[in-house]
């Protein structure tokens, strides 16, 4: 027989790599939901299964049902989260990567440009917008047409998401280039690519765009474009505010703190010091985060 390392192995599935397959998009949503539908069968078992626990016992099922509710929500955002992004990241998936595209966008010689005549990067932006379009037509048939509506939705929606935070990771990498013209152009950049995506999945009917992760939880603001819009106006704030605006957002990732801290403090040594300072503060957030959850699961 097979023994326990044997069954452990996971099975490599090519889809997942494949372009021409969109990253196994339809199979991802598929065992996605697939989830629930299990669960809405155990549910309807629901009264088979406390007939059969010893008196007293019968919560169990519903104590069962409601944890297991959340194991799948919290499967279903990491499965369609990592599906969009892999449609957006494969290099071989479309125009250009998003790897590529924000590697691109630093390498312009933003300060020796004359941004009147248009955006340097706006060769790039097209080519990402013309990627956004041609996914657009083939979502909806991927899998022959197998991905429900509403699951494609949660697909674009992390999609966006995943479009404005490399926007965000964009200004950061653009480092000191950055002139109060330069962060009004990218702006602009932004903005475009912000309608193209929200046309993909907003039918027009005034339909609420879909909430890829609930009120709470500690990466929501992530999921906004103010996530993008506040950083950006950061860079206009003055150095003596700079540290306590990165301390009371933890959300943001550390590099794009150092970049937003090594743009608006010019003075190496003071760098160092306010890196040092935010990196204490956000370790000290980090362990009461921690304590909490420990504490709300016991």
């Not at 047409?145 to 926007?167: A, H, K, L, N």
Request: a negative charge; one cysteine or more; charged letters at 25%.
């Amino acid at each position: 027989g097979a023994n326990l390392a044997q069954l452990l192995q996971v099975t490599p599935f090519p889809k997942l790599n494949s372009p021409s397959m969109l990253c196994g998009l339809s199979e991802r949503c598929t065992g996605a939901e697939s989830v629930f539908s299990l669960l809405a069968s155990l549910r309807e078992l629901r009264p088979w299964l406390a007939e059969r626990l010893p008196k007293g016992e019968q919560e169990a099922v519903d104590r069962f049902l409601e944890s297991q509710d959340v194991v799948a929500a919290q499967l279903r955002t990491f499965i369609l989260r990592c599906a969009a992004s892999d449609v957006l990241e494969v290099p071989q998936m479309g125009r250009v990567s998003l790897d590529h595209f924000s590697n691109t966008l630093q390498a312009l010689k933003w300060d020796a440009r004359d941004l009147s005549s248009g955006s340097p990067g706006a060769p790039y932006f097209e080519q990402l917008r013309a990627q956004i379009d041609e996914l657009s037509r083939r979502i909806p048939s991927a899998g022959g047409g197998s991905i429900p509506y509403e699951t494609q939705r949660f697909v674009w929606r992390w999609m966006e998401v995943r479009v404005m935070q490399e926007c965000a990771e964009v200004v950061a990498k653009t480092g000191r280039k950055k002139t109060p013209e330069v962060l009004k152009c990218l702006a602009e950049d932004f903005r475009s690519i912000r309608a193209t995506t929200q046309q993909s999945y907003q039918s027009g009917s005034g339909e609420e765009e879909p909430a890829v992760l609930p009120n709470g939880h500690p990466l929501k603001a992530t999921t906004n474009w103010d996530y993008l819009e506040q950083y950006m106006e950061a860079h206009a704030l003055p150095p003596a505010d700079i540290l306590a605006w990165c301390r009371a957002r933890p959300e943001y990732p550390l590099r794009l703190h150092r970049a937003l801290l090594e743009y608006v403090q010019g003075n190496p040594k003071t760098q160092r010091q306010l890196v040092m300072d935010l990196e204490a503060s956000l370790a000290d957030h980090i362990a009461q985060v921690a304590s909490e959850m420990v504490s709300g699961s016991a």
